[in-house]
C-alpha cells in the first residue's frame, strides 16, 4: 500500500516560537500561511507546525506526493486508501473522502497506542 510522503505534524502552542526553534535547527519554511500552519523542511525532513488545528502530534502521510512536496505520477486515491484499510478492519475517522469523487481529501486511523495518523491527499 502506497501511503504517499510521510511527515510529522506537531501541534504547536505558539507558531512563532516553534518556527524560530526549527529554523534554529536548520529547518526552512517552505509552505504554509505562518500563523496557523508551516510547512518546513530540512534535507528530507519535513515537518507541519499547526496552532490550533490539532490537539496532539500526528503522524502523517500524503498520498500523490513523493519527497519534499513533489507530486507523484500515480499515487493511489486517498478514497480508495480509505476503502482498503477499513476492509482490513481499521476504524477510519475524521473522514472527508465521502465529500467528493476526486480530488483532496483527508481522513485518519489511529495506532495501538492511540497515535494519530493523518492520511492527507492534497490533490
Known sequence: MDLGAFSISLAVKAMAASQAFYQKL???MVGGDGESWTIMVNQSTVIGLFHGMFESNILTFNPGWVGVAEPADEFTDVRVLVDQLRAAG??????STGETASGPAS?????????????????
Open 90 to 95: 481499521i476504524e477510519c475517522g475524521d473522514d
Open 107 to 123: 481522513f485518519t486511523i489511529a495506532d495501538p497506542d492511540g497515535n494519530v495518523i493523518l492520511i492527507d491527499q492534497h490533490r
Open 26 to 28: 536548520g529547518f526552512q
